[in-house]
């Protein structure tokens, strides 16, 4: 049986020859991601905003939206957002944090099950008080924050600062750019959202750290290689791993975002967006940012120079 | 790298035995355990959450401020009782103000005596046994112009606190076991909150209206003489306060402030029925002390109305026919029968310390519950079927070997969530879905390793041991740092959100260990039958 390879061995992609495209990419691409998040901001959910979520299905038929939200406005309860949820007769109410305290919030639920009484089933009611939903926002940019520590910290333990640095830059990117997507789809940012950043950050780091690895290796073997060359060549050999993970890992995502169900789309889309863009990540940012970290070549400017082409050549010689 | 001793094989076989052996329970019913499963082997089944099964969460935000008034009022209550002991020590602009109550003593004379007298309600908190030193609830300041101020001592407060939040958790456990049905679980969360959790709870708006009640009863006579109305316009004698009745249409009294009597005279209440009108009623009983106050009270006050209140509402104003002596009685306020069962279940359970208010509830009804499953099985079959397909058709016979470790791995994940009676969440079971896709990737690593070393020209065995070792560290350093993410997420993470933590760090743990344990033995199994002289990779 021919087994499938999405790359042929030994490729010799120059990726360095591409780092000036793939940082201005990423760097406009942050910018951006910064602008949209300031001008459009976040669609956030109940779960950092306080307010009221009830999930309703109709019993008879699909649901007429434009009449639910007449009947809801009718109870003055500022901003209400009516949207169908996954199917035609399910239906999504979103009600603002409600001015006073926990027991105003509370009181939504039952003015809202008084329109409707029983002619729907209430799949589910979400209720945030005002003072909560600020804690659990502190809580994710906090966990968000020590994740990235932390691993910085282990990172530096284990290889060098330089790497730890670079490794933490890429996982930035893709933090910056998750919160990006956030932005311009205007996908509901909740509890999971944070959930979901912190599993990006775990696979990017992943992704990142087995190149890592393998370049440090390759450092110890051949102490002359010439960086540009060495990161070329570790790229490379590392690169129908990092893409098989990425697949299979975006095979299983895929199945969830498809069949896994309404509640926990929104959760599912970033992380596919997220495993994409920490793939991209390791080869394009943070293997190519140890150029400016690393200390072999930051007081070197003649290695800099040197003709690339040949020390390929001459790491080809001595690996055979 | 490819010599497994025989009791390594035998430690890895027994652990994936007793793993299948574990989550054998999860495929049967719950009479099927209790009448056919021997009881010797462990029984336990994987919890659902909430999202799963449906329930309700509450999250209830004990009102310290509530707690800190009350305790004021009633300190002002004792200095006034102080000051009336004889001799009189004479006194004006008793009050309270933030977290003090102040007075200020006329005679210059009585200084001390007062100060001595404030000093017997600073109410000295134990320490525990070992603390030695006594933490005091309140502070005297004593300023020279006759002004003493008592305030809340910082240390002794947060004590008291605790023990209300401790106090508050007993009251609801005790009010929530009397329900039956369902179990939910109890427990602080930070310093003023706590958390209950209700799985499969059918009834939820019953269940937060017997947590939530205060349920302070109270005995008040009433005073005829000020008709409600004139009260309503502010003329409340002192001493008295107006109290709404429960009912809608039910009338208002003006009653003495002090109680005759609380809740906590109490010792039984049980819901029954009137046997002349048959109308619901409650039946309590008085505790000793309390029987010989209310027997005193209600001699003395034959004829008049006395207001059975609960959290400052009348629930009924009977008269006083004749003396009650023997110790018990009847409340008959209009109540149906699970109102009644409900009134007699938060007396039998004591009034809370504070009042609670719900800070966060989010309730999920059976049928998503129902569905999110179905949607689960279905994504983590077709995830698992297509992760499959592409091992074997990346890697052949070896994608074969890591998709067996993967069963093995999906195997070990649920048989560890049963084992600790982790709850399985929807976001959980995506945490298994993902650690499915990320499972594979030790394999990947391991056989790219491997094929690597074979071009290099090495042997079969050298290329499979030195591509095992070589992964290893690879592995253990790329699994670290999402274990870092994933366990933080779970710190910090509650509810759905917590529960993929779960499935995610087990997950990635049981990773590690098929990769380097389980994977490995199949490979050196091949490897020593089918003496291969090229690697099929």
Redesign the interface.
């Known amino acids: ?1 021919r ?3 999405l790359f042929p ?1 030994d490729t010799k992609i120059p990726f360095m020859k591409w780092r000036k495209y793939s940082f201005m990419f990423s760097g406009i691409l942050s910018v951006l991601c910064f602008l949209a998040y300031f001008t459009l901001g976040f669609n956030t959910g109940i779960d950092f905003q306080g307010g009221t979520l009830i ?1 309703i ?1 109709t019993k008879s038929g699909p649901a007429d939206l434009q009449h639910i939200r007449e009947q809801l406005n009718g109870l003055g309860l500022g901003e209400v957002q009516v949207q169908e949820f996954g199917a035609p007769d399910d239906v999504l109410i979103r009600i603002v944090r409600q001015e006073g ?3 105003a919030q ?1 009181a939504v ?1 039952d003015k809202v099950k008084g329109v409707f009484g029983e002619t729907v ?9 005002p ?2 939903s600020g804690e659990l926002a502190q ?2 940019i ?2 968000i924050i ?2 990235l520590a ?2 910085m910290v ?2 530096w333990f ?1 290889f060098e600062w330089q790497y730890s640095l670079g490794a933490v830059i890429a996982t930035l990117h893709d933090v910056v750019l998750t919160i990006g997507l956030f932005a311009v789809a205007q996908l509901e940012f909740n ?2 959202s ?2 979901s950043i ?2 990006i ?3 990017s ?3 990142t ?2 190149v890592y ?2 370049i440090r ?1 390759m450092r110890r073997k051949y102490k002359r290689m010439n960086l540009l060359v060495m990161l070329d060549l570790s790229i490379n ?2 690169l ?2 990092t893409t ?2 990425a ?10 975002f ?4 309404e ?2 789309r929104s ?2 889309a970033s ?1 596919l967006f997220g495993v994409i863009v920490g793939t991209y990540s390791s080869i394009f940012i943070a293997a190519p940012i140890l150029i400016f970290l690393d200390p072999q070549l930051a007081g070197d400017k003649s290695a800099k120079r040197a003709d690339e082409a040949e020390d390929a050549e001459d790491a080809a010689a001595e ?1 055979a | 790298m490819l010599y497994f001793s025989r009791w390594k094989v035998t430690a890895i076989l027994l652990t994936i035995l007793v793993s299948l052996l574990v989550l054998v329970p999860n495929f049967l019913s719950s009479d099927q355990i209790k009448n056919s499963w021997p009881s010797w082997l462990p029984g336990r089944q994987i919890v659902l959450g909430l999202d799963l099964q449906g329930g309700v969460y509450l999250l209830y935000q004990v009102d310290t401020e509530d707690y800190k008034a009350k305790r004021l009022k009633a300190l002002e209550g004792d200095i006034r009782n102080v000051m009336r002991q004889d001799p009189r020590v004479g006194y004006t602009g008793l009050g309270t103000q933030d977290d003090t109550v102040q007075l200020r003593i006329r005679d210059t004379q009585s200084y001390d005596e007062a100060a001595k007298r404030l000093n017997t309600l600073l109410n000295p908190l134990n320490q525990g046994v070992l603390g030695g030193s006594t933490v005091t609830e309140f502070q005297l300041d004593q300023q020279a112009d006759g002004l003493m101020r008592l305030t809340f001592n910082q240390a002794g407060l947060q004590q008291r606190l605790a023990k209300v939040i401790e106090q508050s958790i007993e009251v609801i456990r005790r009010r929530v076991d009397q329900l039956g049905a369902t179990e939910p679980s109890i427990q602080r969360e930070g310093a003023d909150r706590i958390l209950v959790e209700a799985p499969g709870e059918k009834n939820p708006e019953r269940l937060k209206n017997i947590i939530g009640q205060t349920a302070q009863m109270t005995f008040h006579l009433v005073d005829l003489n000020v008709s409600p109305s004139e009260a309503a316009k502010g003329n409340v004698p002192p001493g008295e306060v107006l109290l709404p009745s429960k009912e809608a249409d039910g009338q208002p009294f003006v009653v003495e402030e002090n109680p005759l009597m609380t809740g906590e005279d109490l010792t039984d209440a049980q819901a029954g029925f009137n046997s002349q009108t048959n109308e619901p009623i409650v039946s309590f009983r008085l505790s000793t002390s309390g029987a010989r106050k209310f027997a005193l009270v209600t001699s003395e006050n034959v004829g008049r109305l006395f207001a059975i209140v609960l959290d400052n509402q009348i629930i009924s104003a009977p008269r006083i026919n004749e003396p009650i002596t023997q110790g018990s009685g009847q409340i008959s306020g209009h109540f149906t029968i699970e109102t009644a069962n409900d009134l007699a279940v938060l007396l039998r359970a004591g009034a809370l310390p504070a009042k609670l208010s719900v800070a966060e509830e989010r309730t999920v009804g059976p049928g998503l519950g129902a569905d999110s499953i179905e949607a689960g099985k279905m994504a983590a079959m077709i995830g698992t079927v297509f992760v499959v397909i592409f091992m074997i058709s990346s890697y052949g016979l070896f994608g074969i070997f890591a998709n067996v470790a993967l069963l093995v791995n999906l195997v070990l994940i649920f048989a560890i969530m049963t084992i600790l009676q982790a709850t399985l969440t929807l976001p959980g079971i995506a945490g298994v879905v993902l650690t499915m896709g990320m499972a594979v990737d030790s394999n990947v690593l391991i056989y790219e390793r491997i094929r690597e070393e074979q071009r290099q020209g090495r042997s079969p065995v050298t290329a499979i041991d030195i591509g095992f070792q070589r992964a290893f560290g690879t592995i253990v350093d790329a699994n670290i740092t999402t274990l870092i993410a994933a366990a933080i997420l779970f710190e910090m993470g509650s509810g759905p959100v917590k529960g993929f933590a779960v499935t995610h760090v087990i997950g990635i743990v049981t990773t590690m260990f098929t990769a380097i344990t389980f994977t490995r033995l199949l490979v050196a199994v091949w490897v020593r039958r089918a003496r291969p002289a090229h690697i099929p990779l």
């Open positions: 049986m087994l499938l390879r061995d999930e299905q305290g926990d027991d509370m639920v089933d209430y799949r589910r009611t979400e209720v945030v008080g003072r909560v809580n994710g906090l966990g020590s994740a932390m691993i282990y990172v284990r509890l999971s944070i959930a912190l599993t950050v775990g696979y780091l992943n992704d750290v087995v690895d393998r290796e050999q590392t129908t791993r098989n993970t697949l299979t890992t975006l095979i299983a995502l895929l199945a969830l498809v069949f896994g169900g509640v926990i959760f599912t992380m690996k």
